[in-house]
Protein backbone atom coordinates (compact mmCIF):
# COMPACT_ATOMS: atom_id res chain seq x y z
CA UNK A 1 0.00 0.00 0.00
CA UNK A 2 1.18 3.17 -0.39
CA UNK A 3 1.71 5.59 2.36
CA UNK A 4 -1.39 7.47 2.38
CA UNK A 5 -3.86 4.65 1.64
CA UNK A 6 -2.34 3.68 4.91
CA UNK A 7 -2.57 6.96 6.37
CA UNK A 8 -6.11 6.89 5.33
CA UNK A 9 -6.87 3.91 6.67
CA UNK A 10 -5.75 4.44 10.18
CA UNK A 11 -8.15 7.59 9.30
CA UNK A 12 -10.83 5.55 9.29
CA UNK A 13 -10.09 3.14 12.28
CA UNK A 14 -10.02 5.89 14.44
CA UNK A 15 -13.50 7.54 12.91
CA UNK A 16 -15.15 4.46 14.09
CA UNK A 17 -15.15 5.78 17.84
CA UNK A 18 -16.93 8.85 19.52
CA UNK A 19 -15.81 8.92 22.43
CA UNK A 20 -12.32 9.53 23.23
CA UNK A 21 -11.28 6.65 25.56
CA UNK A 22 -12.25 4.45 23.18
CA UNK A 23 -9.66 5.97 20.64
CA UNK A 24 -7.15 6.14 23.24
CA UNK A 25 -8.27 2.00 24.01
CA UNK A 26 -7.71 1.48 20.38
CA UNK A 27 -4.31 3.36 20.62
CA UNK A 28 -3.14 1.34 23.44
CA UNK A 29 -3.82 -2.46 21.54
CA UNK A 30 -1.64 -0.89 18.75
CA UNK A 31 0.96 0.04 21.47
CA UNK A 32 1.09 -3.35 22.79
CA UNK A 33 0.90 -4.87 19.62
CA UNK A 34 4.11 -3.10 18.79
CA UNK A 35 6.70 -5.71 17.74
CA UNK A 36 9.24 -4.57 21.14
CA UNK A 37 12.42 -3.56 19.35
CA UNK A 38 15.31 -5.80 19.72
CA UNK A 39 17.43 -4.74 22.92
CA UNK A 40 20.64 -4.41 20.78
CA UNK A 41 19.00 -1.28 19.06
CA UNK A 42 18.18 0.02 22.83
CA UNK A 43 22.02 2.09 22.73
CA UNK A 44 22.02 5.60 23.58
CA UNK A 45 22.66 6.35 20.20
CA UNK A 46 19.20 5.52 19.01
CA UNK A 47 17.50 7.12 22.40
CA UNK A 48 14.81 10.53 21.46
CA UNK A 49 14.96 11.63 25.30
CA UNK A 50 11.71 13.34 26.12
CA UNK A 51 10.78 15.44 28.56
CA UNK A 52 7.95 12.92 29.74
CA UNK A 53 8.74 9.55 27.92
CA UNK A 54 11.49 7.83 26.37
CA UNK A 55 11.51 6.65 22.46
CA UNK A 56 13.73 4.49 20.68
CA UNK A 57 13.87 4.74 17.36
CA UNK A 58 15.96 2.46 14.55
CA UNK A 59 16.35 1.66 10.81
CA UNK A 60 17.51 -0.47 8.36
CA UNK A 61 17.58 -0.31 4.77
CA UNK A 62 17.79 -2.73 2.32
CA UNK A 63 16.90 -3.25 -1.55
CA UNK A 64 15.98 0.62 -1.81
CA UNK A 65 13.03 0.13 1.38
CA UNK A 66 13.66 1.45 4.74
CA UNK A 67 12.46 -0.77 7.63
CA UNK A 68 11.95 1.58 11.05
CA UNK A 69 11.95 -0.40 14.46
CA UNK A 70 10.93 1.69 17.56
CA UNK A 71 9.63 1.89 20.93
CA UNK A 72 8.46 3.95 23.68
CA UNK A 73 8.46 3.29 27.64
CA UNK A 74 4.49 4.72 27.96
CA UNK A 75 2.06 2.78 25.96
CA UNK A 76 0.39 5.76 24.23
CA UNK A 77 3.37 7.15 23.01
CA UNK A 78 4.37 3.58 21.37
CA UNK A 79 0.71 3.35 20.20
CA UNK A 80 1.67 6.46 18.12
CA UNK A 81 4.91 4.66 17.31
CA UNK A 82 3.15 1.89 16.05
CA UNK A 83 1.30 4.20 13.48
CA UNK A 84 4.43 5.91 12.47
CA UNK A 85 6.07 2.64 11.45
CA UNK A 86 2.88 1.19 10.04
CA UNK A 87 2.96 4.43 7.77
CA UNK A 88 6.50 5.33 7.28
CA UNK A 89 8.17 1.65 7.34
CA UNK A 90 8.37 -0.35 3.97
CA UNK A 91 8.97 2.43 1.80
CA UNK A 92 11.83 4.14 -0.43
CA UNK A 93 13.33 7.04 1.01
CA UNK A 94 12.27 9.62 -1.68
CA UNK A 95 8.29 8.24 -0.98
CA UNK A 96 8.99 8.96 2.85
CA UNK A 97 10.51 12.34 2.15
CA UNK A 98 7.65 13.00 -0.24
CA UNK A 99 4.59 12.61 1.35
CA UNK A 100 3.06 14.53 4.08
CA UNK A 101 2.10 13.25 7.27
CA UNK A 102 -1.65 14.50 7.50
CA UNK A 103 -3.09 11.25 9.56
CA UNK A 104 -2.31 11.89 12.85
CA UNK A 105 -3.53 15.42 12.72
CA UNK A 106 -7.02 14.00 11.16
CA UNK A 107 -7.23 11.77 13.83
CA UNK A 108 -7.09 14.21 16.20
CA UNK A 109 -3.50 13.47 18.05
CA UNK A 110 -2.23 16.32 16.97
CA UNK A 111 -2.10 17.31 20.45
CA UNK A 112 0.55 14.76 21.32
CA UNK A 113 3.05 16.06 18.34
CA UNK A 114 2.65 19.83 19.23
CA UNK A 115 6.26 20.74 20.25
CA UNK A 116 5.00 21.65 23.91
CA UNK A 117 3.88 18.16 24.52
CA UNK A 118 7.52 17.38 24.90
CA UNK A 119 7.16 13.70 24.76
CA UNK A 120 9.60 13.37 22.00
CA UNK A 121 7.38 12.20 19.12
CA UNK A 122 8.12 15.38 16.96
CA UNK A 123 11.76 14.15 16.95
CA UNK A 124 11.22 10.91 15.94
CA UNK A 125 9.24 11.94 13.03
CA UNK A 126 12.31 14.67 12.44
CA UNK A 127 14.49 11.39 12.82
CA UNK A 128 12.27 8.89 10.56
CA UNK A 129 13.35 11.91 7.98
CA UNK A 130 16.66 12.40 8.67
CA UNK A 131 17.41 7.94 8.05
CA UNK A 132 15.36 8.71 4.85
CA UNK A 133 17.65 11.48 3.90
CA UNK A 134 20.74 9.99 4.69
CA UNK A 135 19.95 6.79 2.94
CA UNK A 136 18.56 8.76 -0.33
CA UNK A 137 22.38 10.31 -0.53
CA UNK A 138 23.55 7.47 0.01
CA UNK A 139 21.68 6.21 -2.87
CA UNK A 140 22.92 8.76 -5.55
CA UNK B 1 -13.76 23.90 55.79
CA UNK B 2 -17.73 24.04 56.22
CA UNK B 3 -19.68 23.06 52.79
CA UNK B 4 -20.95 26.26 52.63
CA UNK B 5 -17.69 28.36 52.90
CA UNK B 6 -16.35 25.81 50.41
CA UNK B 7 -18.82 26.53 48.03
CA UNK B 8 -18.15 30.28 48.51
CA UNK B 9 -14.30 30.22 48.02
CA UNK B 10 -15.06 27.83 44.96
CA UNK B 11 -17.34 30.67 43.26
CA UNK B 12 -14.64 33.30 44.07
CA UNK B 13 -12.25 31.29 41.04
CA UNK B 14 -14.19 31.81 38.02
CA UNK B 15 -11.50 29.08 36.12
CA UNK B 16 -13.32 26.48 38.59
CA UNK B 17 -16.36 26.01 36.44
CA UNK B 18 -14.27 25.61 33.10
CA UNK B 19 -15.97 22.82 31.19
CA UNK B 20 -12.58 20.35 29.97
CA UNK B 21 -14.18 18.20 26.93
CA UNK B 22 -17.39 18.32 28.25
CA UNK B 23 -16.67 17.25 31.85
CA UNK B 24 -16.45 19.89 34.94
CA UNK B 25 -12.17 20.81 35.46
CA UNK B 26 -10.77 19.05 38.42
CA UNK B 27 -8.06 20.95 39.00
CA UNK B 28 -5.45 19.10 41.24
CA UNK B 29 -2.32 20.67 39.55
CA UNK B 30 -1.82 23.36 42.10
CA UNK B 31 2.05 22.43 42.92
CA UNK B 32 2.15 23.90 39.48
CA UNK B 33 1.13 26.63 39.76
CA UNK B 34 -2.34 28.14 41.81
CA UNK B 35 -6.32 29.47 40.29
CA UNK B 36 -6.68 33.25 40.75
CA UNK B 37 -9.35 34.96 43.00
CA UNK B 38 -11.72 37.36 41.21
CA UNK B 39 -10.22 39.52 44.10
CA UNK B 40 -6.71 39.13 42.51
CA UNK B 41 -7.79 39.48 38.62
CA UNK B 42 -9.89 42.49 40.33
CA UNK B 43 -6.46 44.25 41.33
CA UNK B 44 -4.57 43.52 38.48
CA UNK B 45 -7.41 45.39 36.36
CA UNK B 46 -7.44 48.16 39.05
CA UNK B 47 -4.14 48.27 38.51
CA UNK B 48 -3.80 49.22 34.58
CA UNK B 49 -7.23 51.16 35.06
CA UNK B 50 -6.06 53.69 38.19
CA UNK B 51 -2.29 53.66 39.17
CA UNK B 52 -0.41 52.70 36.07
CA UNK B 53 2.45 54.97 36.18
CA UNK B 54 6.26 53.99 36.40
CA UNK B 55 7.28 54.54 40.43
CA UNK B 56 9.77 55.88 42.65
CA UNK B 57 11.20 58.29 40.19
CA UNK B 58 7.79 60.35 39.03
CA UNK B 59 6.87 63.59 40.42
CA UNK B 60 3.29 63.30 39.01
CA UNK B 61 -0.03 62.02 40.90
CA UNK B 62 -0.10 58.71 39.74
CA UNK B 63 3.43 57.71 39.76
CA UNK B 64 3.10 58.66 43.74
CA UNK B 65 -0.39 56.80 43.88
CA UNK B 66 1.68 53.49 42.19
CA UNK B 67 4.76 53.67 44.68
CA UNK B 68 2.98 54.29 47.30
CA UNK B 69 0.46 50.80 46.90
CA UNK B 70 4.03 48.97 45.32
CA UNK B 71 5.93 50.05 48.80
CA UNK B 72 2.44 48.95 50.74
CA UNK B 73 2.86 45.73 48.63
CA UNK B 74 6.45 44.97 49.87
CA UNK B 75 5.07 45.60 53.61
CA UNK B 76 2.37 43.62 53.25
CA UNK B 77 4.93 40.62 52.05
CA UNK B 78 7.24 41.74 55.01
CA UNK B 79 4.14 41.55 57.36
CA UNK B 80 3.24 37.77 56.00
CA UNK B 81 6.85 36.35 56.26
CA UNK B 82 7.15 37.89 59.70
CA UNK B 83 9.76 39.77 58.41
CA UNK B 84 11.23 42.80 60.66
CA UNK B 85 11.80 45.40 57.72
CA UNK B 86 10.61 46.43 54.25
CA UNK B 87 13.81 46.67 53.39
CA UNK B 88 14.63 43.03 53.91
CA UNK B 89 12.18 42.04 50.56
CA UNK B 90 13.42 42.25 47.41
CA UNK B 91 10.58 41.41 44.61
CA UNK B 92 11.74 39.00 42.11
CA UNK B 93 9.77 37.50 39.42
CA UNK B 94 9.89 34.78 41.31
CA UNK B 95 11.22 31.55 43.42
CA UNK B 96 13.82 30.62 40.70
CA UNK B 97 15.08 34.27 40.18
CA UNK B 98 15.84 34.92 43.60
CA UNK B 99 17.94 31.89 43.94
CA UNK B 100 19.96 33.09 41.15
CA UNK B 101 20.15 36.27 42.41
CA UNK B 102 21.53 34.71 45.87
CA UNK B 103 23.90 32.20 44.11
CA UNK B 104 25.32 34.92 41.90
CA UNK B 105 25.77 37.53 44.33
CA UNK B 106 26.70 35.20 47.08
CA UNK B 107 29.17 33.38 45.17
CA UNK B 108 30.45 36.95 44.28
CA UNK B 109 31.31 38.15 47.88
CA UNK B 110 31.91 34.93 49.80
CA UNK B 111 33.06 31.98 47.81
CA UNK B 112 36.18 30.71 46.69
CA UNK B 113 37.94 27.76 45.35
CA UNK B 114 37.64 24.51 47.36
CA UNK B 115 34.76 26.07 49.10
CA UNK B 116 31.24 23.78 49.18
CA UNK B 117 27.53 24.44 49.18
CA UNK B 118 25.10 21.93 50.78
CA UNK B 119 21.22 21.07 48.70
CA UNK B 120 19.70 18.04 49.70
CA UNK B 121 18.39 15.24 47.32
CA UNK B 122 14.73 16.38 46.77
CA UNK B 123 15.44 19.75 45.89
CA UNK B 124 13.65 21.27 42.47
CA UNK B 125 16.05 22.04 39.76
CA UNK B 126 15.74 25.65 40.71
CA UNK B 127 17.59 25.01 43.60
CA UNK B 128 20.31 23.01 41.90
CA UNK B 129 20.98 24.18 38.89
CA UNK B 130 22.19 27.44 40.03
CA UNK B 131 24.45 26.35 43.09
CA UNK B 132 26.22 23.76 40.03
CA UNK B 133 26.82 27.25 38.33
CA UNK B 134 28.51 28.75 40.96
CA UNK B 135 30.03 25.28 41.81
CA UNK B 136 31.66 25.81 38.13
CA UNK B 137 32.13 29.19 38.15
CA UNK B 138 34.35 29.21 41.51
CA UNK B 139 35.59 25.47 41.52
CA UNK B 140 33.36 24.50 44.40
CA UNK B 141 32.16 20.88 45.25
CA UNK B 142 28.38 20.79 45.49
CA UNK B 143 27.01 18.55 48.17
CA UNK B 144 23.73 16.54 48.66
CA UNK B 145 21.80 15.73 51.76
CA UNK B 146 20.72 12.42 51.46
CA UNK B 147 17.38 11.18 52.53
CA UNK B 148 15.36 8.00 54.12
CA UNK B 149 13.16 5.37 51.72
CA UNK B 150 10.17 7.27 53.63
CA UNK B 151 11.31 10.70 51.91
CA UNK B 152 12.60 12.51 55.04
CA UNK B 153 16.07 14.12 54.85
CA UNK B 154 19.44 12.16 56.76
CA UNK B 155 19.73 14.92 59.74
CA UNK B 156 23.10 12.77 60.54
CA UNK B 157 24.51 12.77 57.08
CA UNK B 158 23.87 16.40 57.07
CA UNK B 159 25.58 17.28 60.35
CA UNK B 160 28.73 15.54 58.76
CA UNK B 161 28.22 17.31 55.61
CA UNK B 162 29.33 20.90 57.54
CA UNK B 163 32.87 21.56 57.71
CA UNK B 164 34.79 24.81 57.73
CA UNK B 165 34.96 24.68 53.51
CA UNK B 166 31.03 24.74 53.95
CA UNK B 167 29.87 28.59 52.56
CA UNK B 168 26.14 28.09 52.49
CA UNK B 169 23.05 25.80 52.55
CA UNK B 170 20.06 25.62 50.43
CA UNK B 171 16.93 23.59 50.96
CA UNK B 172 13.58 23.44 50.58
CA UNK B 173 11.23 23.94 53.29
CA UNK B 174 8.43 21.71 51.33
CA UNK B 175 9.31 18.84 48.44
CA UNK B 176 7.51 19.36 45.06
CA UNK B 177 7.53 15.60 44.54
CA UNK B 178 7.12 14.04 48.03
CA UNK B 179 5.38 16.56 49.61
CA UNK B 180 7.55 15.83 52.69
CA UNK B 181 7.68 19.06 54.87
CA UNK B 182 11.34 19.53 55.83
CA UNK B 183 12.65 20.58 59.67
CA UNK B 184 14.37 23.20 58.58
CA UNK B 185 14.44 25.26 61.28
CA UNK B 186 16.34 22.60 62.71
CA UNK B 187 18.52 22.77 59.71
CA UNK B 188 18.94 26.55 59.85
CA UNK B 189 19.81 25.68 63.90
CA UNK B 190 22.43 23.18 63.03
CA UNK B 191 24.28 25.29 60.29
CA UNK B 192 24.69 28.65 62.36
CA UNK B 193 26.65 26.51 64.97
CA UNK B 194 29.22 26.29 62.13
CA UNK B 195 28.22 30.08 61.42
CA UNK B 196 27.22 28.87 57.89
CA UNK B 197 24.16 31.06 56.42
CA UNK B 198 20.77 28.93 54.89
CA UNK B 199 18.56 29.68 52.03
CA UNK B 200 15.10 28.37 52.29
CA UNK B 201 13.06 27.57 48.96
CA UNK B 202 9.83 28.49 49.99
CA UNK B 203 7.86 27.92 47.19
CA UNK B 204 5.90 25.05 48.15
CA UNK B 205 5.15 25.78 52.01
CA UNK B 206 3.65 29.49 52.05
CA UNK B 207 0.83 28.66 50.32
CA UNK B 208 0.24 25.52 52.63
CA UNK B 209 1.73 26.36 56.02
CA UNK B 210 2.22 29.07 58.61
CA UNK B 211 6.04 30.75 57.88
CA UNK B 212 7.55 33.11 59.70
CA UNK B 213 11.26 33.60 58.67
CA UNK B 214 12.24 35.29 61.76
CA UNK B 215 11.11 32.08 64.21
CA UNK B 216 13.00 30.08 61.68
CA UNK B 217 15.81 32.28 61.80
CA UNK B 218 16.55 31.88 58.10
CA UNK B 219 19.04 33.93 56.29
CA UNK B 220 17.29 33.36 53.15
CA UNK B 221 13.44 32.59 52.02
CA UNK B 222 12.62 32.73 48.64
CA UNK B 223 8.87 32.43 47.08
CA UNK B 224 6.70 33.07 44.09
CA UNK B 225 3.53 34.69 44.01
CA UNK B 226 1.86 32.74 41.39
CA UNK B 227 1.90 29.08 43.38
CA UNK B 228 -0.19 31.55 46.23
CA UNK B 229 -3.29 32.79 44.15
CA UNK B 230 -1.15 35.46 42.81
CA UNK B 231 -0.20 35.85 39.17
CA UNK B 232 3.02 34.93 37.23
CA UNK B 233 6.03 36.94 36.85
CA UNK B 234 6.62 38.29 40.51
CA UNK B 235 7.50 36.70 44.12
CA UNK B 236 10.17 37.39 46.51
CA UNK B 237 13.05 37.16 48.33
CA UNK B 238 13.75 38.14 51.95
CA UNK B 239 17.39 37.97 53.09
CA UNK B 240 18.45 39.30 56.47
CA UNK B 241 19.29 42.70 56.18
CA UNK B 242 22.75 42.65 57.26
CA UNK B 243 23.57 39.79 54.19
CA UNK B 244 22.15 42.23 51.91
CA UNK B 245 24.26 45.08 52.97
CA UNK B 246 27.10 42.46 52.12
CA UNK B 247 26.18 41.01 48.79
CA UNK B 248 26.85 43.47 45.37
CA UNK B 249 23.91 43.96 43.47
CA UNK B 250 22.85 41.48 40.95
CA UNK B 251 21.82 43.21 37.68
CA UNK B 252 23.08 46.72 36.93
CA UNK B 253 20.05 49.07 35.35
CA UNK B 254 18.11 51.71 36.25
CA UNK B 255 16.17 51.96 39.89
CA UNK B 256 18.86 50.37 41.52
CA UNK B 257 21.68 52.95 41.66
CA UNK B 258 22.07 56.13 43.50
CA UNK B 259 24.09 58.40 41.06
CA UNK B 260 25.83 57.28 37.51
CA UNK B 261 28.84 58.89 36.04
CA UNK B 262 31.10 57.08 33.08
CA UNK B 263 33.77 56.59 35.66
CA UNK B 264 31.80 55.43 38.62
CA UNK B 265 28.21 54.69 39.75
CA UNK B 266 26.82 54.54 43.13
CA UNK B 267 24.21 51.83 44.39
CA UNK B 268 20.62 52.82 45.82
CA UNK B 269 19.96 51.49 49.24
CA UNK B 270 18.11 48.72 50.14
CA UNK B 271 16.02 46.84 49.01
CA UNK B 272 16.46 49.11 45.57
CA UNK B 273 20.34 48.31 44.68
CA UNK B 274 18.38 44.86 44.38
CA UNK B 275 15.98 45.74 41.60
CA UNK B 276 17.17 46.53 38.21
CA UNK B 277 14.83 48.18 35.92
CA UNK B 278 10.91 49.41 35.93
CA UNK B 279 9.33 47.30 38.64
CA UNK B 280 6.11 45.06 38.29
CA UNK B 281 3.85 46.95 40.44
CA UNK B 282 1.26 45.50 38.58
CA UNK B 283 2.38 41.63 40.20
CA UNK B 284 3.52 43.37 43.52
CA UNK B 285 -0.08 45.04 43.97
CA UNK B 286 -1.95 41.44 42.68
CA UNK B 287 0.39 39.95 45.15
CA UNK B 288 -0.21 41.68 48.19
CA UNK B 289 -4.11 41.10 47.33
CA UNK B 290 -3.81 37.43 47.69
CA UNK B 291 -1.65 37.82 50.82
CA UNK B 292 -4.79 39.61 52.05
CA UNK B 293 -7.06 36.94 50.67
CA UNK B 294 -4.73 33.67 52.26
CA UNK B 295 -4.88 35.42 55.29
CA UNK B 296 -8.48 36.44 55.57
CA UNK B 297 -9.22 32.72 55.39
CA UNK B 298 -6.59 32.09 57.65
CA UNK B 299 -3.36 29.88 56.58
CA UNK B 300 -3.99 27.34 59.50
CA UNK B 301 -7.82 26.70 58.47
CA UNK B 302 -6.26 26.35 54.78
CA UNK B 303 -3.46 23.74 56.41
CA UNK B 304 -5.76 21.91 58.59
CA UNK B 305 -8.32 21.52 55.43
CA UNK B 306 -5.73 20.63 53.27
CA UNK B 307 -4.86 18.21 55.50
CA UNK B 308 -8.12 16.52 55.51
CA UNK B 309 -8.00 16.57 51.46
CA UNK B 310 -4.18 14.73 51.84
CA UNK B 311 -5.00 12.14 53.88
CA UNK B 312 -8.41 11.03 52.42
CA UNK B 313 -6.97 11.24 48.89
CA UNK B 314 -4.03 8.74 50.21
CA UNK B 315 -7.04 6.41 51.57
CA UNK B 316 -8.52 6.30 48.46
CA UNK B 317 -5.73 5.97 46.59
CA UNK B 318 -4.87 2.73 48.03
CA UNK B 319 -7.90 1.05 47.34
CA UNK B 320 -6.26 0.52 43.65
CA UNK B 321 -4.00 -2.68 43.68
CA UNK B 322 -0.52 -2.00 43.12
CA UNK B 323 -0.43 1.12 44.29
CA UNK B 324 3.04 2.87 44.99
CA UNK B 325 2.84 6.24 47.48
CA UNK B 326 5.89 7.63 46.41
CA UNK B 327 7.10 10.08 49.76
CA UNK B 328 5.97 9.16 53.20
CA UNK B 329 6.83 11.35 55.11
CA UNK B 330 5.29 12.03 58.91
CA UNK B 331 4.93 15.49 58.22
CA UNK B 332 3.37 16.01 54.21
CA UNK B 333 2.23 19.16 52.77
CA UNK B 334 -0.80 19.04 50.34
CA UNK B 335 0.79 16.77 47.82
CA UNK B 336 0.25 13.31 47.01
CA UNK B 337 2.95 11.53 43.98
CA UNK B 338 1.74 7.96 43.17
CA UNK B 339 2.49 5.00 40.91
CA UNK B 340 0.70 2.21 39.85
CA UNK B 341 2.39 -0.84 38.81
CA UNK B 342 4.51 -0.65 35.85
CA UNK B 343 2.59 2.09 34.26
CA UNK B 344 4.28 4.57 33.04
CA UNK B 345 2.96 7.98 34.02
CA UNK B 346 2.67 10.00 31.43
CA UNK B 347 -0.08 7.96 29.89
CA UNK B 348 -2.32 7.52 33.39
CA UNK B 349 -1.97 11.53 33.00
CA UNK B 350 -3.04 11.98 29.60
CA UNK B 351 -5.96 9.52 30.22
CA UNK B 352 -6.33 11.35 33.37
CA UNK B 353 -6.75 14.63 31.11
CA UNK B 354 -9.65 13.22 28.89
CA UNK B 355 -11.78 12.86 31.80
CA UNK B 356 -11.21 16.53 32.77
CA UNK B 357 -8.51 15.47 36.07
CA UNK B 358 -5.56 18.05 35.60
CA UNK B 359 -2.78 16.31 37.56
CA UNK B 360 0.95 16.09 36.75
CA UNK B 361 3.35 13.66 35.68
CA UNK B 362 7.01 13.39 35.38
CA UNK B 363 9.88 14.01 37.07
CA UNK B 364 8.66 17.36 38.07
CA UNK B 365 12.11 19.26 37.69
CA UNK B 366 13.84 17.04 40.34
CA UNK B 367 15.39 14.55 37.89
CA UNK B 368 18.38 13.79 40.94
CA UNK B 369 15.37 12.61 43.71
CA UNK B 370 13.56 10.38 40.56
CA UNK B 371 16.85 9.03 39.89
CA UNK B 372 17.89 8.77 43.47
CA UNK B 373 14.38 6.45 43.93
CA UNK B 374 14.78 5.00 40.86
CA UNK B 375 11.31 6.00 39.06
CA UNK B 376 11.09 7.69 35.57
CA UNK B 377 8.98 10.17 37.66
CA UNK B 378 4.91 10.05 38.76
CA UNK B 379 1.86 11.28 38.92
CA UNK B 380 1.38 13.98 41.35
CA UNK B 381 -1.86 15.31 42.53
CA UNK B 382 -1.52 18.72 44.36
CA UNK B 383 -4.35 20.33 46.77
CA UNK B 384 -5.89 23.07 47.19
CA UNK B 385 -8.34 25.06 49.60
CA UNK B 386 -10.48 25.42 46.76
CA UNK B 387 -10.64 20.92 45.82
CA UNK B 388 -13.35 18.61 47.52
CA UNK B 389 -13.65 15.58 48.41
CA UNK B 390 -16.16 15.31 46.02
CA UNK B 391 -13.10 16.22 43.65
CA UNK B 392 -11.52 13.18 44.96
CA UNK B 393 -14.00 10.94 44.61
CA UNK B 394 -14.20 11.58 41.03
CA UNK B 395 -10.46 11.37 40.57
CA UNK B 396 -10.49 7.87 41.80
CA UNK B 397 -13.13 6.38 40.14
CA UNK B 398 -11.40 7.97 36.74
CA UNK B 399 -7.98 6.68 37.65
CA UNK B 400 -9.63 3.17 38.68
CA UNK B 401 -11.11 3.02 35.04
CA UNK B 402 -7.66 4.33 33.51
CA UNK B 403 -5.96 2.08 35.50
CA UNK B 404 -8.25 -0.62 34.08
CA UNK B 405 -7.07 0.27 30.65
CA UNK B 406 -3.71 0.49 31.15
CA UNK B 407 -2.87 -2.51 33.13
Known sequence: MKINEIQDSIVEEFAQFDDWMDKYALLIDMGNSLEPLDEKHKTPQNIIEGCQSRVWLNAEYNDGIITYQGESDAILVKGIVSLLIQVM????????????????????????????????????????K??????????? | MDKLSLEKIRSEFPILSEIIYNKPLVYFDNGATTQKPQCVLDR??????????????GVHFLSQRATEAHENARKAVCDFLGADKREEIVFT????????????????AFCSEGDEVVVSVMEHHSNIVPWQMLCERKKMTLRVIPMSEKGELDLDAYKNMLNEHTRIVAVTHVSNVLGTVNPVKELIEIAHVHNIPVLIDGAQAVPHIKVNVKELDADFYVFSGHKIYAPT?????????????????YQGGGEMIAAVTFE?????????????GTPDYIGSTALAEALRYVQEIGIENIAAYEHELTVYATER?????????????????????????????????????RLGIAVRTGHHCAQPLCDSLQIPGTVRASFAFYNTKEEIDVFIQA??????MLL
Open chain 1, 89 to 128: SGHTPSEILSNELYFIDKIGLKEHLSPTRSNGLVAMVKQM
Open chain 2, 399 to 404: LKRVVG
Open chain 2, 44 to 57: INYGYKHLNANIHR
Open chain 2, 317 to 353: LMEIENMRIIGQADKKSAVVSFLVGNIHPYDIGMLLD
Open chain 2, 264 to 276: KTTYNELPFKFEA
Open chain 2, 93 to 108: RGTTEAINLVAFTFGE
Open chain 2, 233 to 249: GIGALYAKEKWLNALPP
Open chain 1, 130 to 140: MFALAYRSKEN
